[in-house]
């Protein structure tokens, strides 16, 4: 089967760094991906990642080891707004459209 | 650049009744794909349209259908409500069906079946 796993909800404080990790287990890998969403909102994308390493976008990085079926969405520099969901979401290698998305991690920032 | 648009906001509806759910894609954008996401879940994937062609469906019956029209809008249609189909419709658009394109939101459809 297809699974990916997600913590369901952290805490952290605003100004501080944060870690939000992902493992998958899916029928072959096509690149993951990260997307952030606020409650009532549509997810808007973050990150992409199909090579094994790390990518850094301003205060965001994402990274990925496709040997270890893990990623990992890095925060830095914590604001009140980052206060969402997370998700994980992997496009399986036999799949050109779709992607698996895990359940998403409830992050909760405290001032 | 005009973004995704889904339509209508909000809808309630009772069981065995019929729906459908419109989207309006990103400007440029060909392809869609339409998602059902229940409270506190990851988004499901329900089907793909590219160049008003379905090109890939997630296990959902035959009862989930959708259309994609030469301007690249999209329909979503449900029939015979069932309560567990109470979520958040999403559709996404993309330029194309590539592997590493992102995909853009819409904001939702929040469909209550009762």
């Known amino acids: 089967g297809q699974n990916i796993d997600q913590p369901t909800e952290m805490t952290a404080t605003e100004g501080a760094i944060v870690q939000i990790n992902c493992t998958y287990q899916t029928s072959g890998f096509n690149g993951l991906f990260w997307y952030q969403q606020h409650a009532g909102e549509a997810p808007t994308f973050l990150s992409y990642n199909v090579l094994d390493g790390l990518e850094e976008k301003g205060r965001f990085s994402s990274f990925l080891s496709r040997s270890k079926g893990y990623s990992y969405l890095l925060l830095k520099e914590l604001q009140m707004k980052d206060s969402a969901s997370y998700l994980c979401a992997v496009r399986p290698m036999d799949s050109n459209y779709q992607l698996i998305w895990g359940a998403g991690t409830k992050l909760i920032i405290k001032p | 650049e005009t973004g995704v648009t889904q339509s209508p906001t909000h809808l309630i509806k009772t069981r065995g009744q019929q729906v459908t759910l419109r989207c309006s894609s990103q400007?440029?954008?060909?392809?869609v794909s339409w998602y059902q996401q229940a409270l506190g879940q990851g988004p499901q994937f329900i089907f793909q349209y590219y160049r008003e062609e379905e090109n890939g469906r997630g296990n959902f019956p035959p009862r989930f259908s959708g259309l994609q029209f030469p301007n690249y809008s999209s329909e979503l249609n449900v029939n015979a409500l069932e309560l567990d189909d109470s979520a958040l419709y999403l559709c996404?658009?993309?330029?194309?069906?590539?592997?590493?394109?992102?995909?853009?939101f819409g904001p939702g459809t929040r469909l209550t079946v009762l």
């Open positions: 400007s440029g954008h060909n392809t």
């Open positions: 996404a658009s993309s330029y194309s069906q590539g592997s590493a394109d992102e995909q853009f």
